[in-house]
């Protein structure tokens, strides 16, 4: 039998399929098995779901379609396929007692695993040209299933933090960086052109990056940093969730009948104000980034007279440069490395907003990349061209219904594949559970 160690010696493609791997491995063991049957947000699957999904998927993408391989758990193949987004209020009311046993799941994933590793290690992976009739090479299969896992291995850190502090086993302590305290205000970004999705030269991203396009954009003022727990702090002492003028007339629909009166990760004892990181509570860190709803994020905005950012205006600030040419990151060409950002799975929680000098835009704008997906004023649509995966049809377009925003950068668990500059991420205008700030802009000086 191949083991681990020798795929990974095979193919780079292989090697980065068992980091993705140990990636959201070591999530699982994070959690107490007794609340692996938990749903910690009511929107999404159970834990267990999970558990399961990540080789379903992975079996479901490559098996038939390039290694020729027959099924050996077709029930469990259908039962983990697919994941929810329900819009419209929607949830899912299955039980606990409705999921398989724990043990019968591991069997499955072990054996998915050794199957596939076989017979990819038998398979030759660095065709860039798709058989007739396909849209795809098994170079482009497996980097879908190693950046779909990594997606998982944040949103699993996500829902973990919805759990009680007692379900979880505390991993090392995180990462310290040092900071850079500069005056907060917003900085101008000059008139100039962003250049959105993926070039025909690049070899891989999603359906949703295809379709590049250069957009004008007029000059604009951005916040130099994501706006902090401290500053939407200000925001709440002011009555913003009880003033319907700085609500969309569905967003403070939303805010009234789920009672919600602030950030999802905040709660009141006494006079206090206390923060949960994902493995313990304590004072809110004012100079953390706040992570909120669309909603929340869009009010504060309105509240101080601004706005959020366009897709445009957000790419403009973190590649553009005063010269012209564009970057491959706001710091430059260098892939990204542990100084330029809160990203990578450095840590488990957003860290001060001033940290990280070294990866600040060509604008000065800092923090773009990491410690907190951004929230755009962009619903989530197709670039010109649009044409869904073959192999993934509803990756994208099962999300092009007017009822999902635009996000862009990066969170602390955000893989470093996954910060190239065309990647998109979305969700819906009332969800609060994602590692997601923002940022305002407002006219051009």
């Known amino acids: 039998m191949q083991t681990q160690d020798a795929v990974e010696t095979i193919h780079p493609l292989l090697s980065r399929l068992n980091d993705a791997r140990r990636?959201?491995?070591?999530?699982?063991?994070?959690?107490?098995?007794?609340?692996?049957?938990?749903?910690?947000?009511a929107e999404r699957h159970r834990l267990i779901f999970y558990l399961g999904h990540l080789e379903a998927f992975d079996w479901n993408l490559l098996h038939s379609r390039i290694l020729d391989l027959k099924p050996f758990h077709p029930s469990f193949d259908r039962l983990f396929a697919f994941g929810i987004d329900p819009v419209g209020g929607g949830l899912p009311n299955d039980r606990p007692e409705d999921w398989p046993a724990l043990e019968d799941i591991h069997r499955y994933?072990?054996?998915?695993?050794?199957?596939?590793?076989?017979?990819?290690?038998?398979?030759?992976?660095?065709?860039?040209?798709?058989?007739?009739?396909?849209?795809?090479?098994?170079s482009i299969l497996l980097n879908t299933a190693i950046e779909h896992r990594l997606m998982h291995a944040e949103t699993l850190a996500y829902l973990l933090h919805q759990l009680p502090l007692s379900a979880l086993k505390p991993p090392a302590p995180p990462v310290s960086h040092e900071a850079y305290p500069l005056p907060f205000g917003r900085l101008p970004i000059p008139e100039g052109t962003a250049s959105l999705g993926l070039s025909d030269a690049e070899t891989f991203g999603w359906d949703n990056e295809r379709g590049p396009q250069r957009v004008t954009v007029p000059a604009f003022t951005m916040d130099r940093f994501q706006v902090t727990n401290g500053q939407y702090l200000e925001f709440i002492e002011a009555g913003g969730y009880d003033n319907p003028a700085f609500w969309e007339a569905s967003d403070w629909k939303w805010r009234a009948e789920k009672k919600i009166q602030h950030p999802v990760l905040w709660k009141k004892a006494g006079d206090q104000w206390i923060y949960r990181r994902l493995f313990s509570e304590g004072p809110l860190p004012l100079d953390w980034p706040v992570y909120v709803s669309h909603a929340e994020a869009a009010a504060y905005a309105r509240w101080k007279g601004l706005g959020l950012p366009t897709e445009a205006q957000w790419h403009r600030a973190a590649y553009g440069t005063p010269e012209g040419p564009e970057r491959d990151y706001p710091w430059g060409s260098e892939p990204p490395g542990p100084a330029n950002g809160n990203f990578d799975f450095q840590n488990w929680d957003p860290v001060s907003v001033d940290r990280y000098h070294p990866g600040q835009s060509a604008f000065g704008i800092w923090g773009l990349l990491g410690n907190g997906w951004e929230w755009t004023s962009d619903r989530f649509e197709p670039f010109p061209g649009f044409r869904p995966a073959s192999f993934y049809p509803g990756y994208s377009a099962d999300f092009f219904d007017g009822k999902h925003y635009v996000m862009k950068g990066g969170s602390a668990r955000t893989a470093a594949c996954l910060l190239r500059r065309s990647f998109r991420n979305w969700f819906q205008p009332h969800y609060p559970y994602g590692y997601a700030g923002f940022r305002c802009v407002g006219a051009g000086e």
């Not at 999530?27 to 910690?40: A, D, K, S």
């Not at 072990?110 to 007739?132: E, G, I, N």
């Open 23 to 41: 990636a959201t491995d070591e999530i699982f063991t994070l959690v107490h098995p007794g609340f692996l049957h938990e749903r910690p947000v």
């Open 109 to 138: 994933n072990q054996q998915v695993r050794q199957t596939l590793d076989q017979a990819l290690s038998r398979l030759t992976l660095d065709s860039s040209v798709p058989a007739a009739g396909t849209d795809f090479t098994p």
